[in-house]
Nanobody, 118 residues
Framework: VQLQASGGGLVQAGGSLRLSCAAS????????MGWFRQGPGKEREFVGR????????YYADSVKGRFTISRDNAKNTAYLQMNSLKPEDTAVYYC????????????WGKGTLVTVSS
């Protein structure tokens, strides 16, 4: 499965952005999907995930209540809606997928840069 994240850019603090993650295969609908980020000088961290069906989501405490993950399996695409952005959200954002029940994420997309100015 090939993944491509897009939608990053420069936004002021308090603003919003929506990232997309497009998959190359219809089997995307059978994979759980996660978003991760890596800020400058920081290790990659988990942002959130969504089940293959879209019925279950889980978020890191740092983004809970501000970020929302959704997916449209008919379009082989997942989304990360980011609201109330903070400068500390500045990072390269990555999407990844894994088969349900598999611990590690198996396929990763190239990241998209989000920069939040204060």
């Amino acid at each position: 499965v090939q993944l491509q994240a897009s939608g990053g850019g420069l936004v002021q603090a308090g603003g919003s952005l929506r990232l997309s993650c497009a998959a190359s295969q219809r089997t995307f609908s059978t994979y759980d999907m996660g978003w991760f980020r890596q800020g400058p000088g920081k290790e990659r961290e988990f942002v959130g995930r969504i089940s293959w069906s879209g019925t279950t989501t889980y978020y890191a405490d740092s983004v809970k209540g501000r970020f929302t993950i959704s997916r449209d399996n008919a379009k082989n695409t997942a989304y990360l809606q980011m609201n109330s952005l903070k400068p500390e959200d500045t990072a390269v954002y990555y999407c990844a997928v894994r088969r349900t029940g598999v611990g590690q994420y198996e396929y990763w997309g190239k990241g998209t840069l989000v920069t939040v100015s204060s």
